[in-house]
């Protein structure tokens, strides 16, 4: 388990800022490399050493394929490229999918990072960092080390050598993190306590009652990761990185395209670029490019968990957005804006439906609900009672949904810190959705 959230406020941040800011430019990625191990080993020492095991084997295959490289041995370098992809694929696999032992934090994340910096070595596309402490510095970076973004080597590659850390930098992102900090804590989980609430009701859920729990769920989640994201953003701002926001407001897109590139952004640009353009993107005929779009998601949705309804939550999409590609542009087209946005809730809103229940008997019988149940009045009355109570709250998430939030609310982001820790300092433990991905 990680640091709770007051105690990393309170204790950690603080020991961390004042350490790598006293010590010498030389000496900052050690610092860094030292408290993130003692952020992830916060509870569980063991998997510190698979993610310095992990990183080391990769820092070595690197190496000998930049070796290979040189010498003209492109063949020889594929092939060893081709090992630490089985073998890093072959770890995650076995931690998320066989149940054999817990699952490590952040491992999703770390693995995808690491990956990314060897197969760009192979491409030629980053040199090979020579210093070890530099490359595990990068893997390990507590601000985004269990639950993302998924910072590639390239994107900070410059930063790891030589990064500039002045006050305006540390001041945006100290509204950042304080931005991220007010969604989840006073957005996510208020949003998270109702959908939890509702789903206790089991079987007396009316269909209005069940798909207001499914709306706070899409808010939590939202707000949950959008807010993790800003978080790291902000954290990595203040040690002078700059990483690319994972967020641009998915709500308000028009089509299930749109919303997929703004949603988790990182995520679909990994696949893009070492996954599906790979399998030969849109080159080979509509065929291909179908079959390349299925396995991207089919595999998007296996990324979040080993159960079923994580592999149809990801089929689902790549469904929905090769009717799009295909069939649906034209007609989305003509529709009024309002029309298309509305489109676009409804089926991320039934992708959510798959994505959060639990084995397909629970799935079948929320569609049931969702769908078929009929409405008494005693359970729509229950539906009214949830909207008197979190109408305000629903009304702050939708307006938190659009760049309203931080356009206009953004200079409170001092409020949303101490309602944060007013929060947290009651003892309540609400951890990120994501640590389990």
Known sequence: MVFSSFTFLIVFLPAVLAAYYAAPTAWRNGI???????????????????????????????????????????????????ADCALNLGLLGFFKYTGLLPLPLGISFYTFQVMSYVIDVYRGEVPVQDRFLTLAAYVSLFPQLIAGPIVRYRQVAHELEARTETVEAFAEGVRYFCTGLGKKVLLANPMGDLYREICALGGSQSTATLWLGMLAFAFQIYFDFSGYSDMAVGLGRMFGFHFEENFNY??????????????????????????????????GGAGKQVRNILIVWGLTGLWHGAGWNFLFWGLYFGILLILEK????????????FGRHLYTVFFVLIGWVLFSA?????????????????????????????????????????????????????????????????YLASGAYNPFLYFRF
């Open 32 to 82: 860094l490399f030292f408290f993130s191990l003692i952020f992830y080993a916060w509870g569980e020492p063991v998997y510190v050493l698979l993610m310095i095991a992990s990183v080391w084997v990769n820092y070595e295959m690197a190496r000998r394929i930049g070796r290979l490289r040189e010498a003209g041995g492109t063949g020889r370098a594929r092939r060893v490229l081709a």
């Open 250 to 283: 998915p709500y308000l897109s028009r089509s299930i395209t749109e919303f997929w590139r703004r949603w988790h952004i990182s995520l679909g640009s990994w696949f893009r670029d070492y996954l599906y353009i790979p399998l030969g993107g849109n080159r």
């Open 326 to 337: 295909f069939f649906l542009k034209e007609t989305l087209r003509k529709l009024p804006g």
């Open 358 to 422: 639990e084995g397909l008997f629970p799935l079948w019988e929320r569609i049931k609900i969702l769908f078929f149940a009929a409405d008494l009045p005693a359970a729509n009355a229950m539906s009214l009672h949830y909207l008197r109570n979190y109408g305000f709250l629903f009304g702050l998430c939708f307006l938190g949904s659009t760049p309203c939030f931080r356009d206009k609310c953004g200079r409170f982001y001092w409020l949303f810190f101490l309602l944060s820790a007013a």
